[in-house]
């Protein structure tokens, strides 16, 4: 099981790396947009690692597979969140830094114009 994730989480984590060279592959052959090429691209990898993951490690449970793909393509926003949920920042604290930002640019263009 612990394979699995492992296995699943490196090659959901390499499917950042494999977007770049399918799309090349497709672009004069298929017409898709990012999100259809980032879920092909997953897929492709889950099907990789499902036909090399028992050469590594033996049978493999496709659940925990594609659950360690799950964790290895949304792992760096999932620390994110767990990191400014243990600072006690909420989930959308860039955003309301942003806005702030925003704010405070509107505000001064509206001193130097009166």
Same mark, same amino acid.
């Given at each position: 099981?612990?394979? +699995?994730?492992?296995?699943?989480? /490196?090659? !959901? ?10 799309? +090349?592959?497709?672009? %004069?052959?298929?017409?898709? %947009?990012? =999100? ?11 099907? /990789?690692?499902? $036909?090399?993951?028992? $050469?590594?490690?033996? =049978? ?6 594609? $659950?360690? !793909? $799950?964790?290895?393509?949304? !792992? &760096? =926003?999932?620390?994110?969140?767990? @990191? ?7 989930? *959308?604290?860039?955003?309301? %830094?942003? &806005? %702030?930002? @925003? @704010?405070?640019? @509107?505000?001064?263009?509206?001193? &130097? *114009?009166?």
């Amino acid at each position: 099981m612990l394979y +699995d994730i492992i296995i699943g989480g /490196l090659f !959901g984590f390499g499917t950042y790396a494999a977007i770049g060279p399918l799309k +090349d592959a497709t672009k %004069d052959k298929i017409a898709l %947009d990012e =999100r259809e090429l980032h879920i092909l691209t997953f897929g492709a990898m889950m099907l /990789l690692a499902a $036909l090399l993951g028992p $050469l590594i490690a033996g =049978r493999m449970s496709p659940f925990w597979l594609v $659950l360690g !793909g $799950l964790i290895g393509i949304f !792992g &760096e =926003r999932l620390y994110g969140w767990a @990191v400014s949920l243990a600072n006690g920042k909420s989930a *959308n604290a860039k955003a309301d %830094d942003i &806005e %702030d930002a @925003v @704010v405070e640019t @509107v505000d001064e263009a509206g001193k &130097e *114009n009166p």
